[in-house]
T-cell receptor
Framework: KQEVTQIPAALSVPEGENLVLNCSFTDSAIYNLQWFRQDPGKGLTSLLLIQSSQREQTSGRLNASLDKSSGRSTLYIAASQPGDSATYLCAVKWGYSSASKIIFGSGTRLSIRP | ETGVTQTPRHLVMGMTNKKSLKCEQHLGHNAMYWYKQSAKKPLELMFVYNFKEQTENNSVPSRFSPECPNSSHLFLHLHTLQPEDSALYLC???????????????FGQGTRLTVV
């Protein structure tokens, strides 16, 4: 069964710290993996997309890595800011067609303390 | 602004009402999706359309009826819903190329549905 797990469910850190969010998945034959941010009551904002052939992607203070063999991805946030407070979701797609399932983790709720 | 627009943003409906959610994407994508996000549960895929054809129905009750008149518009028709159907309904779109690697999925802001 294909599953996506995010631990911890919630994380609170002081402003300025570097932090790592974790995502693990069963079945290493993924097509791609995407990290999203969701603010309360809002839709999802795409942060980074990693294709199955890639090891990492970077955008500004964000860096996402992918290790298919161990079934893990991490999202690294450098120099965290209060505006980074949100829920971060990991989504994994198995298969290239539109019918292929995208399965989401339950998310990590991040709170950055000023 | 992600290029995917959902209306209305909030909807309160009675169990005997009929309403529709609308999604429009301005990204030229060929695949559109409906997701349901309930409190404290992961996002659940409901329907997938590719080139206006439904390619996935993830065991969704018939009180939810999707419609995709063209590749830019997606509707979710609602009738005789139950209180447990209250949730955030999210629309997404992506480009499905075939055997090349896929592109990002972009989401709308969602419709917060409350069934009373």
């Amino acid at each position: 069964k294909q599953e996506v797990t995010q631990i911890p469910a919630a994380l609170s850190v002081p402003e300025g710290e570097n932090l790592v969010l974790n995502c693990s998945f069963t079945d290493s034959a993924i097509y791609n993996l995407q990290w999203f941010r969701q603010d309360p009551g809002k839709g999802l904002t795409s942060l980074l997309l990693i294709q199955s052939s890639q090891r990492e992607q970077t955008s500004g203070r964000l860096n996402a890595s992918l290790d298919k063999s161990s079934g893990r991805s991490t999202l690294y946030i450098a120099a965290s800011q209060p505006g980074d407070s949100a829920t971060y979701l990991c989504a994994v797609k198995w298969g290239y067609s539109s019918a292929s399932k995208i399965i989401f983790g339950s998310g990590t709720r991040l709170s950055i303390r000023p | 602004e992600t290029g995917v627009t959902q209306t209305p943003r909030h909807l309160v409906m009675g169990m005997t009402n009929k309403k529709s959610l609308k999604c429009e994407q301005h990204l030229g994508h060929n695949a559109m999706y409906w997701y349901k996000q309930s409190a404290k549960k992961p996002l659940e895929l409901m329907f997938v359309y590719n080139f206006k054809e439904q390619t996935e129905n993830n065991s969704v009750p018939s009180r939810f009826s999707p419609e995709c008149p063209n590749s830019s518009h997606l509707f979710l028709h609602l009738h005789t819903l139950q209180p447990e159907d209250s949730a955030l309904y999210l629309c997404a779109s992506s480009q499905v190329p075939g055997r090349a690697e896929g592109t990002e999925a972009f989401f709308g802001q969602g419709t917060r549905l409350t069934v009373v």
